[in-house]
């Protein structure tokens, strides 16, 4: 697809990329539906579900046109992963205009729900309401650099009792290939894709829920992918430590392997690791330009080893970076990250990477509060997944978009509402124009 920006418009350019995706969709039929629903998710209107879409799109013909894109989404037989991979052959060039790829993010999102029947829906954590309730968790992986970034994979998590429900997966259309798979497997899987695609690679980055799992630490060392990730509760051995050699062998039976550990050497936790460096060992370092100032925070960085069942291993774990933010004023420090950026990586360069997570959470809010990431009502697994490819979509145009234009620049994508119909109404909601009947019309004389 031709990329030159001269002489045309964004709706131009919008028009070929949807052609550009549409190739992924197999059936020629699908290229109307894939382009009405994007186009539905880029317009502003408070619901990106089906019919909201339908109404903005087509409102001479809206009952039509729901029936065509809730089949095209629910039902057709098409690949998001297909089309989350042309998307991403498109949009990452265009990131990479403003500097190579240096993360793969990894992170998770969720949609909360009301009712019990929309595909993994479970009292779970949910961190758009920052505690448990009915809600479904979508893992992503994405790629970012310091300006852009995209998400390139998003999975359902299916909770262990959905997985093993044959007629709740049945009935939500789960493939059988899906079985029970914790949040860090789903993101291993999709780092090893990427990986296997040749997607340009980057620093793993990781908020606790993957950093405290260390099967999933260990598993990127496996790979040889280089991680920062967030990491408070750690066992640690500080620097120039660690477990005991397995004990003298006396003669008789195997020779012991396993490392020890005695009252007088034990590994310690992040904090008392953080409180014991002495003040010069704290430095003010600055990672970004905020809205309206420069962020920045005292931090320390010292060489360690997990300590993490390691009286089972033969061998210590390899040193890595323990990285500490402690505001100025705080009585304790806020943050911890592990990382096994090299050992020679300095201070500003682990920091820059540590907090450079923010780009997914910018993602997920432009994504839901733009998008409509959240908005989409069906229960089933494909159409679950397929509005999120859809999104995706929508969302590496506007980034596409954004490589184009200077960022002193104003101007935004032209892409033009049809006029709703003057008799439209939602589905579902009341007539205005009906009289009242009159036996609830209290108004009404009798």
């Known amino acids: 697809m031709d990329r030159n920006a001269d002489g045309e418009g964004s709706e131009s350019r919008f028009a070929s990329y949807v052609e550009h995706m549409a ?35 087509e409102p001479r013909r809206v009952q039509g046109a729901h029936q065509s894109l809730h089949h095209f989404v629910a039902n057709a037989d098409w ?98 290939d899906v079985v029970f798979k914790t949040k860090p497997q789903i993101a291993l899987d999709q780092i090893k894709a990427a990986r296997a695609e040749g997607v340009p690679e980057g620093v793993v980055l990781a908020d606790a829920g993957y950093g405290t799992n260390t099967t999933f630490r260990t598993a990127l060392t496996r790979m040889g992918v280089t991680y920062v990730v967030v990491q408070s509760s750690a066992r640690l051995w500080p620097p120039g430590s660690g477990p005991l050699p397995p004990k003298a062998w006396s003669g008789q039976g195997r020779p012991p392997t396993l490392m020890r550990r005695d009252a007088q050497n034990q590994p310690q936790s ?19 330009e905020g809205v309206d100032k420069t962020l920045h925070s005292r931090f320390a960085v010292l060489r360690v080893r997990p300590a993490h069942r390691d009286y089972w291993r033969s061998q210590p774990y390899p040193e890595e970076w323990l990285l500490v933010e402690w505001p100025q004023g705080e009585s304790a420090p806020s943050k911890y990250w592990l990382s096994t950026l090299p050992a020679d990586a300095d201070l500003a360069t682990l920091v820059a990477a540590a907090k450079m997570r923010w780009r997914i959470e910018r993602d997920y809010q432009e994504l839901k509060q733009e998008l409509g990431l959240d908005h989409y009502e069906g229960r089933g697994w494909r159409g679950f997944h397929h509005h999120m490819g859809l999104c995706v979509a929508a969302y590496g145009f506007l980034v596409s978009e954004r490589s184009l234009i200077p960022p002193s620049d104003n101007k935004t994508m032209l892409i033009q509402a049809p006029r709703l119909s003057p008799g439209y109404r939602p589905l579902g909601s009341a007539d205005p124009s009906r009289t009242p009947h009159q036996s609830v019309n209290r108004n009404h004389p009798h």
């Not at 009405?36 to 339908?54: F, H, N, Q």
């Open 23 to 57: 190739s992924t969709l197999g059936h020629a039929d699908r290229r109307t539906p894939f382009r009405s629903y994007c186009t539905g998710l880029i317009l502003p209107g408070e619901r990106k579900s089906v019919e909201p879409i339908a109404a903005r799109v």
């Open 79 to 176: 690949s998001q992963e297909d089309l989350l991979r042309r998307v991403r052959t498109f949009v990452v060039p265009a990131i990479e205009k403003s500097g190579r790829i240096s993360a793969w993010i990894v992170d998770d999102t969720g949609f909360p729900k009301k009712g019990v029947h929309s595909v993994g829906v479970a009292r779970q954590y949910c961190g758009q309401l920052g505690k448990q309730d009915n809600c479904q968790i979508a893992v992503s992986l994405s790629v970012a650099n310091e300006h852009a970034s995209l998400p390139i994979a998003f999975r359902l998590y299916l909770p262990e009792d959905w997985a093993a429900d044959p007629v709740r997966r049945e009935r939500a259309g789960v493939p059988e």
């Open 270 to 288: 992040a904090e008392q690791l953080a409180k014991s460096l002495p003040a010069d060992a704290w430095r003010d370092v600055a990672w970004r």
